[in-house]
C-alpha cells in the first residue's frame, strides 16, 4: 500500500516545477496555496455528503479525492505522506485521549 503513496508523492513533487499547462496538479500548484485549499476543502465537503448518503463506492471514490488533494496540499508544503503515516505509527496504540493529553502537554 505504501508503494502508491510513495509513487504519488514522487509525481506531486516532480509536477512542482512543470509547466501549468502540462497537467491539473501543475495548474493547481501554480494557482497557488488558496487554490489547493479550496479543493481539500470542497472533497472535505463531498466526502461528507457521500457519507451522508450511505453510499459506500461512492464514498470511496471521494475519499480518494480528499487524499489525493491533500497530497497535494503536503506537497505544496514540501511534505510528503511518509510524515503523515509516521505520525500514525508514533500514535498506534494509544487512546485518543492519551494522545491529546500528550499534545498539551508538549504544546
Known sequence: M???LNQLDEVLTARKDA???SSY???LYHKGLDAILKKVGEEAVETVMAAKDGDAEHLVYEVADLWFHTMV???????????VLDELARRFGLSGLEEKARRQQNG
Open 2 to 4: 505504501n508503494d502508491i
Open 19 to 21: 509547466a501549468p499547462d
Open 25 to 27: 496538479v501543475a495548474g
Open 73 to 83: 496540499l503536503l506537497a505544496s508544503q514540501g511534505l510528503s505522506s511518509r510524515q
